[in-house]
């Protein structure tokens, strides 16, 4: 299995301020169609995760241009321009390339400092 | 508008079955895949199964093989999974998952709480 390792565990960010995520796969997550299938999910205290990012760096609609993802093979990373209090909240990454079993990283928790 | 429903959980005791159910809306259900994903009380995110737009290609976690089916009613706009033998480590938040024609987990519905204990 694809294991999935995100850090920081807890990252405490002054409103306004950037943030960033790192999330590392443990094999190549490039697909033997050239795509490659790394998405970020959030999820707010209460709430079902939303899709913010996939295939590493396409907004979802609706996700503001603050939030862009990058990367290539096993590292990639998620940024937060400036953080806003709604963005608040659990973040994950996820590896749709070697499945079953599609695999999530642990989650990185976002808070206001 | 893309809606996901899902339904049937509770409590139940440890080797007892559950059947969750999820109707969908606001999308041509027989068109895409759907995914179980679920989440332990205060833990992250873990996928447990998958089955194509046209019900075939069932897979699942290791963890749940041979004791959940995945199935879909194409007719009726609804994913099904059936637990069985049910343990106190299956206790979590059920998601009912849509798939994109590329890539995966475009919506996610509500989830619905399976607490397995005695």
């Known amino acids: 299995d694809v294991v999935m390792t995100q850090s920081p565990l807890s990252l405490p960010v002054t409103l306004g301020q950037p943030a960033s995520i790192s999330c590392r796969s443990s094999q190549s997550l490039v697909h033997s169609n050239g795509n490659t299938y790394l998405s970020w999910f959030h999820q707010r205290p209460g709430q079902s995760p939303r899709r913010l990012i996939y295939?590493?760096?396409n907004r979802d609609s609706g996700v503001p241009d603050r939030f862009s993802g990058s990367g290539s093979g096993t590292d990639f990373t998620l940024k937060i321009s400036r953080l806003e209090a709604e963005d608040v909240g659990v973040y994950y990454c996820?590896?749709?390339?070697?499945?079953?079993?599609?695999?999530f990283g642990g989650g990185t928790k976002v808070e206001i400092k | 508008q893309v809606h996901l429903v899902e339904s049937g959980g509770g409590m139940v005791q440890p080797g007892g079955s559950l059947r969750l159910s999820c109707a969908a809306s606001g999308f041509t259900f027989s068109d895409y895949g759907m995914h179980w994903v679920r989440q332990a009380p205060g833990k992250g995110l873990q996928w447990v199964a998958n089955?194509?737009?046209?019900?075939?290609?069932?897979c699942y976690a290791d963890s749940v093989k041979g004791r959940f089916t995945i199935s879909r009613d194409n007719s009726k706009n609804t994913l099904y999974l059936q637990m069985d033998s049910l343990r106190a480590e299956d206790t979590a938040v059920y998601y009912c998952?849509?798939?994109?024609?590329?890539?995966?987990?475009?919506?996610w519905g509500q989830g619905t709480l399976v607490t397995v204990s005695s």
């Open positions: 089955i194509w737009y046209d019900g075939s290609n069932p």
């Open positions: 998952v849509k798939d994109p024609h590329s890539g995966y987990f475009d919506y």
């Open positions: 996820m590896q749709g390339t070697h499945w079953p079993p599609l695999t």
């Open positions: 295939k590493v760096s």
